[in-house]
């Protein structure tokens, strides 16, 4: 199969002394150009990303000819409308008359009493994640070769992203009718924060590249899985066994879909190993961004950052998750021995890929340290007689401490952050 060697795929700089990439979905700063300026500032000027139609058109004709292998292939994973599972099923019904109806709701509110105010944060921002879906479909469909042309389009790719969706849609509505029903959140914020947010857009850059597209669905699609289990695990130790048995459903609808984008970087490896490498590094360089980068609520210009250091605090989805992930996929699509690459630039992207899971991990390690603030007072101690250096480290510790900010979410609440 012929592969190109198109400029937007370069990357220069892809060696292992090159600035590791940090990860947006983490504790730290949101940088500039990622952050939204309030209140809809973000699709024109702070884009960093509008780079489009990065692949060559004569690249298109891969797709085509891959079809009828999606026919056989991926739409399998598409599950039954009649054997899906559907909200309703996981919350109090209405049709059953009024008193079974509130008495199943007392039994929700009861049950929801016990969870943190940390865990509504980060169930909101994954609600946020689910509901958003508009700005994913819109996003798929302009991915070149792959896109749904029409709104109905015969294509197998599209009839993927179209059942996708569907799939997808319960999701959002399931966890914000419990939300909704526990009390614990502020639903007019929240509804807020939604439509500011699938005004946003988003801005990961995937050039309208379906090389790049798959990488990241894929990618996404594990971080779910991830996320949602997690959550679910939670949701058991506070108390709220039938959110954890949503938790967990989502969390396997997830890890079918993760199996179809898997299953088709794995082809695409096999029919054009240089270009899908040089994809999987470029997306790896540029940062997996979690979608609802861009979210905003009407007050918190950071909200964004301070709900994934949430996630992060509260084990939901870490560093170590990211490294985890990249380990995942290094084994499955068998990148450290994938043959076939033929140029030297894809051998750089496939060595590029391969040492990154190992900088996370170290990165994890730090961030640990850095959260024992009684590491940070007893190293103050020990470097007494050198009062820059207690100066500075007073500061951070003061700044450690200090981190904590209001979620409107939650009424306005405050939690560390
Ligand atoms: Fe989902
Ligand atoms: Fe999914």
Redesign the pocket.
């Known amino acids: 199969m012929q592969t190109t060697n198109f400029s937007q795929f370069n990357i220069p700089s892809i060696v292992w002394a090159s600035p590791p990439p940090t990860i947006t979905m983490l504790r730290g700063k949101t940088t500039s150009s990622r952050r939204l300026s309030p209140p809809y500032s973000v699709a024109s000027s702070t884009s960093r990303h509008q780079v489009t139609h990065s692949m060559p058109p004569e690249k298109v004709e891969i797709f085509k000819s891959l079809e009828p292998w999606v026919s056989e292939y991926v739409l399998p994973f598409r599950k039954p409308v009649e054997k899906c599972w559907q909200p309703i099923e996981f919350l109090p019904d209405p049709s059953q008359g009024p008193e079974q109806f509130e008495e199943e709701v007392r039994a929700l509110r009861q049950r929801t009493s016990r969870l943190s105010d940390e865990y509504f944060v980060v169930l909101v921002g994954n609600m946020l994640t ?1 509901d958003a879906l508009p700005t994913y479909q819109t996003l798929f469909n302009t991915w070149d070769g792959v896109r749904d042309e029409t709104g109905s389009s015969p294509c197998p790719w599209a009839i993927w992203t179209r059942a996708w969706s569907a799939e ?1 849609n319960r ?2 509505d399931l966890l914000r009718t419990y939300l909704y029903l526990s009390g614990r959140v502020d639903m007019l914020m929240v509804d807020k924060t939604l439509q500011y947010s699938i005004g946003a857009g988003i801005d990961i850059g995937l050039e309208n590249n379906p090389y790049m597209g798959f990488v990241y669905t894929s990618f996404q699609e594990r971080a ?1 899985f991830l996320t949602h289990g997690n959550m679910g695990k939670l949701a058991i130790e506070g108390g709220d066994p039938v959110l954890a048995r949503i938790c967990g459903t ?1 969390a396997a ?2 890890k079918r ?1 993760e199996n179809a984008y898997t299953r088709i970087i794995e082809k695409l490896l096999e029919v054009d190993p240089n270009t899908t490498m040089i994809a999987i590094a470029y997306m790896m360089r540029k940062r997996i961004t979690m979608p609802l980068h861009l979210m905003y609520d009407g007050q918190d210009p950071n909200i964004f950052s301070h709900f994934s250091a949430i996630a992060q605090k509260q084990g939901v989805y870490t560093s170590r998750d990211y490294a985890e992930i990249l380990e995942f996929f290094i084994t499955i699509w068998k990148l450290e021995k994938l043959e076939g690459l033929t140029t030297g630039e894809a051998r750089r992207a496939q060595d590029f890929v391969c040492r990154l899971p190992q900088f996370f991990i170290t990165k994890w390690v730090l961030e640990k340290l850095e959260a024992l603030t009684g590491e940070a007072r007893r190293a103050q101690d020990f470097v007494c007689r050198l009062p820059r250096k207690i100066r500075r480290l007073e500061n951070q510790s003061k700044k450690l401490e200090s981190r904590s900010t209001k979620f409107s979410w939650i009424f306005n609440k405050q939690v560390n952050v």
């Open positions: 689910e997808e999701h959002g779910t989502i609808d997830e879909h």
